[in-house]
């Protein structure tokens, strides 16, 4: 896997993200969407990057290679994805919060 989400869970256990995490988070989405991207650049039937054949090691290393390099270009801005999933989020984060903060009442009750 790309990266572990554990660490973008607060401790509370409440099980919503911290909005600090949103663009850690918004960037690891990123890099995997860009991993699989690679990963399917070159095909099942096909030998590989640094593979030949069915040589496990090869097959090992092209993964992990493909997995940094998707972490790497989602950390240098990607296609731009993190930055624009961060802001949906972080808006949808601060016009969920009035509601909550309202007393919990539904409109027009």
Known sequence: ???SVAG?????GSGD?????????????EALLISEMLKSAHGEGSAGWL???DDQAGSSMAEFAE??????MASA??????????KGLERAD?????SAAGGGQEPGS
């Open 1 to 3: 896997m790309v990266a």
């Open 8 to 12: 973008l869970m607060p401790a509370s």
């Open 17 to 29: 993200p911290l909005p600090k995490n949103i663009p850690q988070a918004a960037q690891q989405f």
């Open 51 to 53: 593979a030949e054949g």
């Open 67 to 72: 997995e940094h390099l998707a972490q790497a």
């Open 77 to 86: 801005g990607g296609f731009g994805l993190a930055g624009r999933i961060a």
């Open 94 to 98: 601060a016009a969920a919060r009035p």
